[in-house]
């Protein structure tokens, strides 16, 4: 059981944060000799399989991690292109990690877009005024849990289907966020563009669950996580 990732989302649809507490796990990993007999493409500024299904491999996967080395995007961990140093004889043999490809930053945004929207169709499509929107949406793989606050502010949970006390978890990230926009923030207004220390040094969400794990960035100052 885990929680998967965090967000918050403005009133307006916009993304305030977003946290992945977990590693996507690898779907195929293999030592390949040249030439390499999968065909890869560059789209969306990552490398995937387009072609050559085989041990594992799909096609739409991307290449997460060369000789276990995670890539970035189109660049190896150095800095090289990936398709530039798959196709030189001189790199192989090589082992390659494949995988569903990670969301980037862009998509995150959209994504958070996109269920603002459908929180408001789900408000309109109830047959009682006054809806609470969707609180909860269940897949065979997770749970996705809302909260959304009287100023509209939208806290969402993606979490293993069997983990249980969400609703506390959602709550207890509410107080804190409040905590620290309403007294340490007094100027802060509502939006997109808020950067700051969310958690005090003894406040942090690891209390909250064990499986939520920290951001890598910390405050310089007060030793805190960062908001971004």
């Known amino acids: 059981m885990a929680i998967f990732s965090v967000y918050v989302v403005n009133k307006a649809g916009g993304l305030i944060y977003q946290l992945d507490s977990y590693a996507p796990r690898a779907e195929a990993e293999k030592t390949f000799s040249y030439p390499l007999d999968l065909l890869l493409k560059l789209h969306d500024e990552r490398v995937l399989v387009a072609f050559g299904q085989r041990d594992g491999i799909r096609v739409g996967h991307a290449v997460l991690a060369i000789n276990g080395m995670d890539v970035n995007g189109k660049y190896t961990a150095d800095g090289k292109e990936v398709l530039e140093y798959l196709g030189n004889p001189a790199n192989y ?118 499986s939520l794990q920290p951001p890598r960035r910390l405050c ?9």
Request: aromatic share 12%; charged share 20%; glycine share 8%.
């Open 93 to 210: 043999p090589v082992s390659i990690r494949f995988g569903r490809p990670r969301l980037t930053s862009n998509e995150k945004l959209m994504l958070a877009s996109m269920f603002h929207s459908l929180f408001a169709i789900g408000s309109q499509l109830s047959p009682e005024q006054g809806s609470s929107g969707i609180e909860m949406l269940e897949t065979d793989t997770f749970k996705l849990h809302c909260y959304q606050t009287l100023t509209g502010i939208k806290f969402v949970v993606l979490a293993d289907p069997r983990q249980a006390g969400i609703d506390s978890l959602l709550r207890k990230i509410y107080e804190i966020y409040s905590d620290f926009t309403l007294f340490t923030q007094p100027s802060w207004k509502l939006g997109p563009s808020w950067c700051g220390c969310f958690v005090g040094g003894r406040r942090q969400l690891c209390w909250l669950h064990k």
């Open 220 to 228: 310089s100052n007060c030793s805190a996580w960062r908001w971004c």
